[in-house]
């Protein structure tokens, strides 16, 4: 679908470009490569906007109608005819609603019919949605407050995201109206008289070829970069190995005089950073990173003394490197951790206080969550590992408030470490005000998911720098080139 668009404007593109010959097809056909990719994303991010309004009307009306008394079966069913002229007949969303009622009035099970529905319509938040309903209405779950409380808490995470994507709207026009100054320049340029000099230069359509693949590179990038807020998508941990040793005394005393020499609290911050990031180590990480950090360091000296005798005394600076990239790698781990902790744990609590409303126990809302999140592949999930492993925990005979609590121990963050504690106390002693001081405290994290966001947004805005950079140099070339030819004309 983008590959059309994308060849048109690598078309108008090398009409402004300044030109002497025919145009060279490899050079248009590598441009509409790279253009096409960037307006997939665009594409992309427009679809997965549209599907998640779309599902949020749904859920609206699955409201509605639920409270209204209407079983989930036949609202289900009359879901499509009645929203028909909202979501318009020939959207994703409203083709898989129409399979769906075709499934259910052919008397398949509802069980049956939403796994089919959420097989069309693979979107993260239907996901987990669907794979609830079918197990409310076989345990006897309140499902008229789990749709409502769901319709909330969906309306909450997309004002969130307008609103944070608002905030970086200045930033991402100053990017889109960069990336035509190149071309409108190079149209100035080479129709005026200042540029017809180009045409003695013996490198000229070299240079212009160059500079125009680098043009569209950098239209390319920024592209990608402002269709690139995708909430949904997560960066992989990519934590240092660590190895296990056998440990001796001599080990955990190394460690021990490390944490005391290094200053300023680093010592403490460091083996803080190392047993976050390695939680699910059963012993003590710290003496196995020190003894690993202790091989490093005998490594990196003995490579670095090594080429220092051999070649020159500048390879000195080779002896830190091994160590201190193994602690760049452990920094970077943790904001990643960090970052995921923030970024999937309000949307769980929402969805924990959900289903303690609509009467289900801990024990199966866990369950159900595990199962809606195990089989998505695709990405690293910090809450995916933490919720199989309090299934697993719970299904060997722990019990889910003492699992819970000591999964809580280890959280970055103090509002989600408040409201898990505040799911153990209702596990615990039960009553409905809990579960409302839970719900203000589910909502509350919703600012710590705003923060998350926009910092992942700051960072990614960064990356702007880039293709700005390349614009202003290809701007900055294609004015001095006609200059270049000019000087070269002059004979001495």
Not at 171 to 192: D, H, Q, Y
Not at 334 to 358: A, C, G, H, Q
Not at 393 to 407: D, T
Request: glycine share 4%; hydrophobic share 50%; charged share 20%.
């Amino acid at each position: 679908m983008a590959v059309l668009p994308a060849f048109g404007l690598a078309l108008l593109s090398w009409e402004l470009w300044p030109q002497f010959d025919n145009r060279p097809w490899p050079i248009i056909f590598l441009a509409t490569v790279m253009l096409a990719k960037a307006l997939g994303k665009i594409q992309a991010n427009r679809s997965s906007n549209l599907e998640l309004e779309q599902f949020r009307m749904f859920l609206e009306y699955l409201s509605a109608r639920l409270a209204a008394g209407e079983t989930l079966s036949a609202a289900l069913t009359n879901a499509a005819p009645r929203l028909a002229s909202q979501l318009g007949q020939q959207s994703q969303f409203f083709r898989c609603l129409d399979r769906l009622r075709a499934s259910l009035e052919a008397q398949v099970s509802l069980e049956r019919s939403l796994d089919l529905f959420q097989a069309d319509f693979n979107h993260p938040k239907a996901r987990s949605f669907v794979r609830v309903l079918p197990f409310l209405d076989h345990f006897g779950g309140r499902i008229d407050v789990y749709v409502r409380q769901s319709h909330r808490s969906l309306n909450a995470e997309i004002s969130t995201q307008k609103e944070i994507q608002a905030e970086q709207s200045a930033k991402n026009s100053e990017a889109f109206i960069l990336l035509f100054l190149p071309f409108i320049m190079a149209a100035v340029i080479g129709r005026g008289s200042y540029g017809q000099s180009l045409k003695s230069l013996a490198y000229a359509n070299q240079a212009l070829n160059f500079l125009y693949l680098l043009a569209v590179f950098a239209a390319s990038i920024s592209l990608a970069l402002i269709a690139r807020q995708n909430p949904y998508r997560r960066r992989k941990l990519k934590a240092p190995k660590l190895k296990r040793y056998a440990l001796k005394n001599s080990d955990y005393r190394r460690a021990d005089l490390l944490l005391s020499l290094l200053p300023w609290g680093l010592g403490l911050n460091l083996a803080a950073s190392v047993r976050f990031v390695y939680s699910e180590e059963s012993t003590d990480p710290w003496p196995n990173y020190c003894r690993q950090k202790l091989h490093y360091a005998l490594i990196s000296l003995a490579l670095g003394l090594s080429l220092t005798f051999l070649l020159s005394i500048h390879f000195l600076i080779l002896i830190p490197l091994l160590p201190l990239a193994q602690d760049l790698r452990l920094w970077e781990a943790k904001k990643v951790k960090n970052e995921s902790y923030r970024l999937e744990y309000p949307d769980f609590l929402n969805l924990m206080s959900i289903l303690l409303k609509s009467g289900l126990s801990l024990d199966k809302a866990i369950a159900l969550q595990a199962e809606s999140l195990s089989d998505d592949q695709s990405t690293y999930s910090i809450l995916e590992r933490d919720l199989l492993l309090l299934n697993r925990r719970i299904q060997n005979s722990v019990p889910a408030e003492q699992a819970l609590a000591e999964l809580s121990r280890h959280l970055p963050s103090r509002e989600i470490s408040a409201a898990l504690a505040l799911i153990v106390r209702y596990a615990r002693d039960g009553g409905k005000e809990l579960l409302d001081i839970l719900e203000l405290q589910a909502n509350a994290c919703w600012q710590v998911y705003r923060n998350a966001m926009r910092a992942k947004l700051e960072r990614q805005n960064l990356a702007l720098v880039i293709p700005m950079g390349l614009d202003l140099l290809v701007i900055l070339a294609t004015s001095i080139l006609p200059a270049i030819a000019s000087f070269s004309n002059i004979t001495i």
